[in-house]
């Protein structure tokens, strides 16, 4: 692989140990993938940050890094804890837990990665441009910012993006290059998805249809940035989407010939096929706790909630996950309170799929995402789904 003096300066250690030990990583990488150079990128969002999935031996690693000096020389953002960082208790997370969590985010901050513990680092000031080459993990917001910013990304894990970080490159492969951001299939939709539900539905049936390949959407109108983001996570959970392209409304699609896609192969999605994998996914739950937030939830989202419970009495538990960007700004437009008010909780920093769920006794959920709805059924938690506006009013009844 081609590398320039610099980089060969930060291979060679003259920059200390811990660089060295990035760029061998991201140098082994391109290697393994033909890269024929690395690339300098603007931004990196880290995963592998909650102590549930990292244990002794990933928070050791941290630790280890941070104490051999490891800086980030870019912007680096987090993706969520297992916990509330502030409100822990709330969620019942057992103490011992807690400590190994906040040990994690210690070392994640002695190294410049800003705590901003979501998966929507793009609603939070993490926003990449079009064609930017960025170094992220967290697959919903890499298939975000591939396919609805346009920015440029590969499916990385936690140790390529803190490596990406603290080197500000990464190997150039990929979904880095034009000619494999093409569509691989188109996919038509039949009838537009009417909730977000029904967006998530549709990512689930397009994500298994095309495994990791790029489909060109075509049929759906006027999505939201809510509806974007809910159908991307749910392709990157059945199948390995990293890149799609709606129609009219993602940036690369307008660049594409009519005559590309000709060859392509299709398929066609109708409602029917949407409320199938709604049913599949879910069962019936008695007491769940209705969990909103996977993605992480937007502004209008947390809006949307509190308008519907403003005045109401919830009967069960309601848990709404987000940033702590976001949740500054719905708190200071009341509309936390409009939903602690009504009993529900707004927690930020992390999520039920990344929450130590077995250790607080959670054995049933009621959500309105099929990523969140597989992920949790994988740990043996009933799942009954339902678009927001349904599990609210259910909730309240
Ligand atoms: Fe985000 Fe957790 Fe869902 S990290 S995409 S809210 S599983």
């Known amino acids: 692989m081609h590398l320039t003096r610099y980089e060969e300066r930060l291979l060679g250690g003259e920059e200390g140990e811990s660089v060295e030990r990035a760029m061998r990583l991201l140098v082994t990488l391109g290697e393994v993938f033909g890269a024929e150079r690395l690339v300098e990128v603007k931004s990196a969002h880290v995963s592998g940050v909650s102590y549930l999935n990292l244990g002794e031996a990933g928070l050791d690693f941290l630790k280890e890094q941070a104490e051999a000096g490891a800086k980030t020389r870019i912007r680096a953002t987090l993706n969520p804890a297992g916990m509330d960082l502030q409100r822990w208790k709330d969620q019942a997370i057992p103490q011992s837990f807690a400590e190994k969590q906040l040990q994690v985010i210690a070392a994640f901050e002695r190294m410049g990665v800003e705590a901003t513990c979501t998966c929507t680092p793009y609603l939070v000031g993490n926003e990449p441009r079009l064609g930017e080459q960025i170094a992220w993990a967290e697959s919903s917001a890499i298939s975000y910012s591939n396919s609805v910013l346009g920015a440029r990304t590969n499916r990385e894990t936690g140790p390529t993006t803190l490596a990406s970080a603290v080197v500000g490159r990464a190997a150039f492969y990929g979904y880095r290059l034009a000619e494999n951001r093409l569509p691989t299939a188109v996919v038509e939709v039949e009838a537009s998805p009417c909730s977000r539900l029904e967006f998530s539905a549709l990512g689930y049936v397009i994500g298994a249809q095309v495994g990791n390949g790029v489909p060109f959407i075509r049929g759906v109108t006027a999505p939201s940035l809510e509806d974007l983001k809910a159908l991307g996570a749910a392709a990157a959970t059945s199948g390995g989407v990293a890149l799609y392209h709606v129609e009219s409304v993602t940036p690369e699609s307008r660049s594409l010939a009519p005559l590309d896609l000709k060859s392509l192969e299709r398929f066609t999605i109708d409602r029917g096929i949407l409320e199938e994998t709604i049913s599949k996914l879910s069962v019936e739950a008695e007491k769940p706790i209705t969990c909103l937030g996977c993605p992480h939830c937007s502004l209008r989202e947390i809006e949307e909630a509190a308008r519907l419970l403003e005045g109401k009495r919830l009967k069960g538990r309601l848990w709404v996950f987000t940033s702590r ?4 700004d ?11 008010r009504a009993g529900g909780k707004v927690f930020r920093d ?28 994988n740990r043996g938690v009933k799942v009954a789904l339902g678009d927001a506006n349904s599990l609210l009013k259910e909730a309240t009844k």
Not at 358 to 363: D, K, L, N, R, S
């Open 330 to 340: 719905a708190e200071r437009r009341g509309l936390v309170n409009l939903i602690e």
């Open 350 to 377: 992390t999520c039920m799929v990344v929450a130590p769920v077995e250790e607080m006794g959670i054995t049933e959920v009621s959500t309105n995402s099929c990523k969140a709805a597989q992920y949790l059924a």
């Open 325 to 328: 960007g976001v949740y500054a």
